[in-house]
């Protein structure tokens, strides 16, 4: 996708609407009737904006009313991010050993 081509709608609901305009953008904007929801999750980005930064967390670079442009990852979940460093029991997926962290200043 280049920055001309058609957003590619992602999530769509009674709640929110989620596009990717670019490669590494997406725009995520709210029709709920309260903006409570998206006020807190605003809230959470503020609190992530005033910390050091960690490439595995989703970052919000510009938040209006009740749009949230946000990067987009379209590789690796959080989850998988976090995955490859576990190695875990297969009858029941519980973590047994960590084969390795994170940097310190990533946590």
């Known amino acids: 996708m280049t920055t001309r081509d058609e957003p590619k709608l992602l999530n769509f609901d009674s709640v929110e609407i ?47 009313l009740s749009t949230n442009f946000l990067q987009y990852f379209s ?13 875990r029991d297969s009858t029941n997926d519980r973590v047994i050993e960590v084969k390795c962290y994170e940097t310190q200043s990533l946590i």
């Not at 997406?26 to 309260?34: E, M």
């Not at 050091?52 to 209006?64: A, D, G, M, T």
């Not at 590789?75 to 190695?87: A, F, G, M, V």
Request: with cysteine.
């Open 18 to 64: 989620v596009y990717q305009v670019t490669n590494n953008i997406i725009v995520k904007r709210t029709f709920a009737d309260d903006n409570k929801g998206i006020y807190k999750e605003y809230r959470i980005y503020d609190i992530l904006d005033s910390m050091p930064y960690c490439p595995n967390l989703v970052q919000s670079f510009y938040r209006i």
């Open 75 to 87: 590789d690796d979940t959080l989850e998988q991010q976090l995955r490859q460093y576990q190695i």
